[in-house]
């Protein structure tokens, strides 16, 4: 096993241990056997593995890996964001790195983790976690008439 698959499967083992995801679908065309042996004791009730979302119709995932292998549009990433997953995890190398930057920044999603040496980077989306309530985002706090006097922006 090279360094860079053992860091990748790692990183995915330790993201389902601390997730605790039932139904996991990992998008790749690799032979993960080995990432298979690490995951196979934790409590996974579903496992789907494939190289794109065509087959997936109307099945809903807690956890949606996408490894560096496959290649995958803004279109794809916002299917399975949108239909299919509320947790995302892509892996990516670095080619084309500004644009994929821009793109992933674009969908919500945030750089987990970089590492040059190895050609890894890992971007994630948390649908629970991606917009938070805020105390002043609600019609308590303003845009009621009668605050309309006391406060001009």
Request: hydrophobic share 35%; glycine share 2%; net charge neutral.
């Amino acid at each position: 096993m090279i360094k860079k698959e053992k860091i990748l499967f790692s990183y995915i083992a330790n993201i389902i241990e601390d997730e605790k995801p039932r139904h996991v679908f990992i998008q790749t065309k690799l032979d993960i056997s080995k990432l298979l042996k690490r995951i196979e004791k934790l409590d996974i009730e579903t496992l789907s593995i494939g190289p794109d979302t065509k087959n997936i119709s109307t099945e809903n995932f807690d956890l949606f890996i996408i490894l560096d292998d496959v290649e995958f549009s803004e279109a794809d990433i916002g299917t399975v964001k949108n239909l299919i997953s509320q947790k995302i995890v892509i892996f990516t190398d670095f080619i084309n790195d500004k644009i994929i930057d821009e793109t992933m920044l674009k969908l919500g999603l945030q750089t987990e983790l970089r590492d040059k040496t190895n050609k890894l980077k890992c971007y994630s989306y948390n649908l629970k976690t991606y917009n938070n309530k805020r105390a002043w985002n609600n019609p308590k706090g303003w845009a009621n008439p009668e605050n309309f006097d006391k406060f001009r922006w």
